[in-house]
């Protein structure tokens, strides 16, 4: 490192000259008296002059990968008779402890950060500036952090719960047909082929005939979490996380594909947008931690598909379940496509709740942009209940996000529905469509 | 006016990231500038003299990170030679000069929202305050002497020490070349 006289060691040094100038050019040995303290400061600053071939500071991030509102830690340690200043930028992402992000201390100095928001966050380069212990010498250093993965946070209640599952075939469900199972149906006849695990030996001793535990079968079936990347919709008057449309539809889908996974069913996930990968149909938590490291690494800002992906391969009698603001029309589209291609299908609306509810009394007199925003909101939201209404005439059981126990009650909604009788054909969507 | 309220915001959030701690330094460094400058108005100087060497404390005060504080400083150099002071008398000029220029210093540590620790502060603040108030001790009783002793010996000797003093500083001062510049000179 190469380090530079500060302000500080010029304004002694040029104090101190012309100090003395004048005291030999006015013959006023008293101007040696003002002189002196600034003689003392040019010296020591000579003296202190750092050494070249100096280590430049050592900079560590705490974390590489943290979830939303966990802290991490940047410290930047230099030598014990260094003063080190490190600076971090604030951003729209991140809180900063010391608040504007600027810590100066001896040895070594600390910036903490807290991410509100998920996905990939690139930090701005940090500067440092290293002074020695009397601010005489300085040096000036930038370096590039490296990316920080954030995760989201799925703490919604109900999480954990054992929820029924609408089409009856679960891990921990047993289904009506005999096969390998856990659940005991029927005690009968050893067949060659039967497991000699399942022998009931009492019954065996009591009839002297070899016989068996038939069991139902331990089926899986397919969970497909959709979700609708598209928009990203923030309501301006609450500011903060988990505020924005994208983000109920985050938290929505993560404790979806972690109850699901939980209860043994294998879960696949698609995204209408372009920010996360396909994940196929699988089952462990392991499939969540797949889920959760494409979120941490997604790049919000770099969104740019506006059309919507299709789902691709899907089994018939698949349960969707599908988190969208319901603002596209295409999105329609799609959950209609997948109730016809014979998916159960359940829709979270995940449109913030508050945008587009009008105040009323002397909150309704606010002026300007807010007061056309919630009028804007309270319009849009009026032309997406017709769509809305058509997929409910379909048997599509459409609620807002309200955790996991909500899911209980609407897939309990949907299989009663699936003995109704229900309009076929794909509904018509948009604006001002009728019927 | 836009322009305007743009500019009030910005410089009251600036304001508003300074922690008190160096609204303190500022004003310590303030009342150490505006003591030398009023001993110096009780010494005689000039109402001109006065006028702009408040008027460059406060631009000081305003602006501690640029080059005014120097310019502040030599300012008040000027005013006691003007003044013609003797040794004793120099002396609250010389506390009130040092305390302004240390005080300087340890407001261009760090970013300006930066909140310093003690120990950043003892080394920028107390340890140049006591070399200070060391020099001064050992500079009175010389310039007690130097008063009385036959001018153009100490003219001499003096204009020696400056020329030594002038000298070593360029020299040592002087930014030393590093590893990239000797290559280029070099020619690769």
């Known amino acids: ?435 | 006016m836009n322009w305007l309220d743009e500019l009030v915001a910005d410089v009251a959030a600036r304001l508003r990231r300074r922690p008190p701690q160096r609204w303190l330094l500022r004003s310590v460094m303030l009342i150490c500038g505006a003591a030398a400058q009023v001993w110096l108005n009780a010494l005689g100087a000039g109402s001109v003299l006065q006028a702009l060497g408040w008027a460059v404390l406060l631009l000081g005060f305003v602006l501690p990170r640029t080059v005014v504080p120097l310019v502040a400083g030599v300012f008040i150099v000027f005013e006691a030679a003007v003044v013609r002071v003797d040794a004793v008398t120099a002396v609250p000029i010389a506390l009130g000069l040092a305390g302004w220029h240390v005080c300087a210093a340890a407001l261009t540590t760090g970013r300006p929202w930066a909140r310093l620790s003690r120990r950043v502060l003892r080394g920028t603040v107390w340890w140049p305050a006591l070399l200070g108030l060391g020099g001064v001790a050992v500079a009175v009783p010389m310039a007690l002497v130097a008063d009385g002793l036959v001018l153009p010996e100490i003219a001499a000797v003096t204009l020696l020490l400056v020329v030594a003093v002038v000298l070593g500083a360029v020299v040592v001062l002087w930014p030393e070349p590093t590893a990239d510049t000797d290559r280029a000179t070099a020619g690769h």
């Open chain 1, 1 to 435: 490192m190469q380090y530079a006289p500060t302000t500080a060691l010029a304004r002694t040094t040029v104090l101190a000259v012309v100090a003395l100038v004048l005291a030999i050019v006015n013959r006023q040995p008293a101007l040696v008296v003002i002189a002196a303290p600034f003689v003392c400061g040019a010296v020591y600053g000579v003296m202190r002059r750092p050494r070249r071939g100096e280590p430049v500071p050592d900079v560590q991030l705490s974390a590489r990968r943290v979830r939303v509102g966990e802290g991490l830690e940047l410290r930047v340690t230099a030598g014990a008779d260094r003063i080190v200043d490190v600076a971090l930028p604030p951003g729209a992402r991140y809180d900063l402890d010391p608040r504007w992000g600027a810590a100066c201390d001896r040895a070594q100095a600390a910036v903490r950060l807290r991410p509100h928001r998920w996905g990939r966050l690139e930090l701005p380069d940090t500067a440092i500036t290293v002074t020695d212990t009397a601010g005489l010498w300085q040096t000036h250093l930038a370096h590039r952090l490296p990316e920080v993965t954030v995760s989201p946070v799925a703490a919604v209640p109900g999480r954990g719960d054992v929820v029924p599952h609408p089409t009856g075939l679960a891990g921990l469900h047993a289904s009506r047909r005999p096969g390998d199972g856990s659940a005991l149906a029927d005690i009968r006849r050893f067949h060659p082929g039967d497991r000699l695990s399942r022998v009931n030996w009492r019954v065996t001793s009591r009839t002297g005939i070899l016989h068996t535990n038939a069991t139902t079968a331990d089926r899986d079936t397919d969970v497909l979490v959709v979700l609708d990347t598209l928009a990203d919709i923030r309501t301006p008057s609450e500011p903060g996380p988990g505020e924005s449309s994208l983000d109920a539809t985050v938290v929505a889908a993560a404790s979806l594909v972690e109850h699901y996974l939980r209860l043994g069913d294998r879960v696949g996930v698609h995204d209408l947008g372009s920010l996360i990968r396909d994940i196929p149909p699988r089952s462990g938590i392991r499939q969540f931690a797949a889920f959760d490291s494409q979120l941490a690494r997604a790049r919000i800002e770099a969104r740019r598909r506006s059309f919507v992906r299709r789902v691709g391969r899907m089994r018939p009698g698949t349960f969707a379940v599908v988190c969208s603001p319901l603002l596209d029309d295409t999105v329609f589209d799609e959950i209609g496509r997948l109730v016809h291609r014979g998916a159960s299908v359940i829709v979270i609306d995940t449109l913030p709740a508050g945008l587009g509810v009008l105040p009323r009394g002397r909150r309704a007199l606010r002026s300007g942009t807010a007061q056309l925003w919630d009028e804007a909101w309270a319009l849009r939201r009026l032309e997406r209940e017709a769509p809305i209404r058509q997929l409910r005439e379909r048997g599509v059981p459409v609620t807002a996000w309200r955790g996991v126990e909500g899911i209980g009650v609407l897939a309990a909604e949907l299989a009663a529905n699936h003995a109704r009788p229900r309009l076929v054909g794909r509904p018509a969507t948009g604006a001002g469509a009728t019927g």
